[in-house]
């Protein structure tokens, strides 16, 4: 599905370097968690799968079902099956909800050579997908992300990763700033979502969501690179002991 | 005006001169009518055409912008008007509504609904008829006008136009659309004047659209809008003229007491164009809704100038202008508001933003504030950005290819202008204009 090698990457204006050689193989139909400290780069590693211009890659390569990635476009990786829930979803005043979800989906349905959804089918998707998510009309009537919550903008993220059926689901502290029952609604969005054919990253700082989304592979990253790799009792250790025994041993 | 000695007299001024030559002995209207286009062409020969010196003006050289000045049409018979019309195209299509055709400057009752329009108590006469008893009072307009040297223009060559007068508590069930065309094959000048006088308590919608024109065209029309008290007018005007013409469009209102007038313009045709607004409270207890929409590209020169005048206290006045810059274009917002010393209670709020899609737009912005009462509200706000990489990011990675994504937040960014138009005849045309402008970008 996924295979990271030797991955470096830096800042495109400053050059700062971040990424300095991961390796990372994800099967279909695994889900691999990604913790580490602040600045470890995780966030970064998200970026750069979506596709995101402010980095470079400089050394390594991503292949995704055996194809690099590198030179393609964020929309051409997403319509091939790549999705970033980002951490701080954004807010896009004048654009509605419902025409973002409906352009997004036929956008990407159209790059894959598949026939526009028809506005009766579109909704009926949407309504589904939303009822399970506790996305209300009335969300989905608001510009895009405007005037949601935390919890709100986490779950909308969700509800786009069920709409558009991404084959690898990238999310980057999807936990952060839910309290302990949308972190639960958002969780099984996610759960719901898993299959054999489906692998997922879940990047985060906490063990709390691992408990909800349990993985079957836990890394950790420190000054990017992967310092260590684990079962899901790794999590478990490190919310324990923190990170502090493994960011020593990458220095 | 001032006494600073003129330069050269350029080729056009030369022209412009010849032509009023030529011209003045056969213009409409008795003599008080002369006297004012007289007095026009005296103050044209003293300041000539308006250019970067004179500030009203500094962004929007006319001066240098007009090479030549292209004759004015004789009028057509209404075979040839609608002929020309037609070739224009019909901007709003399938509406249901009422029509008065300008064609090169002349307006054509064959081919306008006057007689269900006076059925609903709205009269329409031909300008150069109206000018011939009603007098100069036609080409009287607000302090805030007096001085504008296109205004002066129009005054001097006005040959026609019409007078549309609604009756007091008139309703129209339909909009009236007020269609200023040019011919597409030969350049010419045109001059003619809108007045539009709404009776107490009356309720219309104008749809004034600027359509066709040719290289060199040179359009320089007035809309005079007198809204008597309690009166309710929304005046739509979108300019879609073709590359090589030169528009100067100007709306004039005047609001009496209790009335509302919301005034919508697009600007998205003509190479150089200049939209100008004066509107001057009257009577207490009055609003202004002034919204535009400006969309450039190309060496594309489009300015939009609007002077709100609250003489009077208690009026309120709001404006929202969005300009979209894309190549080497460039734009310009002129905005002044003046709140005289007797006009408290005055509530003013100006804002206007534009977004430049690439490294060569320019923007010219100009918000003033000149008031002289102490217990007012008014606020002016001015942005310039471009289109936020996050929020194109976020759209990309959702699977939205660039060009599409770069669409969707150009109507983002006057969303908030389209919303504020309210009727939904007027929001369907502008959004397809914007539409179609978005798509037509290679």
Redesign the interface.
Known sequence: MLEIKNLHARIADDGAEILRGIDLTVKPGEVHAIMGPNGSGKSTLSYIL????DYEVTEGDILFNGESILEM???E???AGVF?A?QY??E????ATM??LK???N??RK?RGEEELSTPEFMRRVKDKAGELQVTMDMLKR?LNVGFSGGEKKRAEIL?MAL?EPSLCVLDETDSGLDIDALRVVADGVNKLRSPERSSIVITHYQRLLDHIVPDVVHVLSKGRIVKTGGKELALELEKNGYAEFVGAAA | MNMEPRGMETHAETEIAELFDKLHQDLPGATDVSRSREAAFAAFRQNGLPHRRVEDWKYSDLRNRLKSVPGFAARRDDTAAAAILAAAGDVYGAVDRYRLVIVDGQFHAGLSDLTALAAEGAVVRPLAEALADEGAELFEVPEIAADNAAVGLNAIFCADGLVLTIADKARLSKPVEIVHALSGDAPVSTAERVVVKAGAGSEVTLLETFVGGTEGSFANSVSDFRVASGAKLVAARLQTEAAGTTHVGTALVTQAEDSAVKLIGAGIGAGFARHQSFVRFAGENARADLLGITMVRGGQHVDQTLVVDHAVPHCDSRELFKTVVDDDAKGVFQGKIIVRPHAQKTDGQMMTQSLLLSEHADMALKPELEIFADDVQCAHGATSGQIDEDLLFYLRARGIPEAEARTLLVLAFLSEAVEEIGDEVVVEAFEERIRSWLSAKE
């Not at chain 1, 979506?50 to 211009?53: H, L, P, R």
């Not at chain 1, 896009?92 to 654009?95: A, H, L, T």
């Open positions: 979506a596709g995101k211009e476009a964020p929309e990786r997403a319509s970033l980002f979803p954004i896009i005043p004048g654009v025409t973002f352009t997004a989906m956008a990407q790059a510009p786009q558009l």
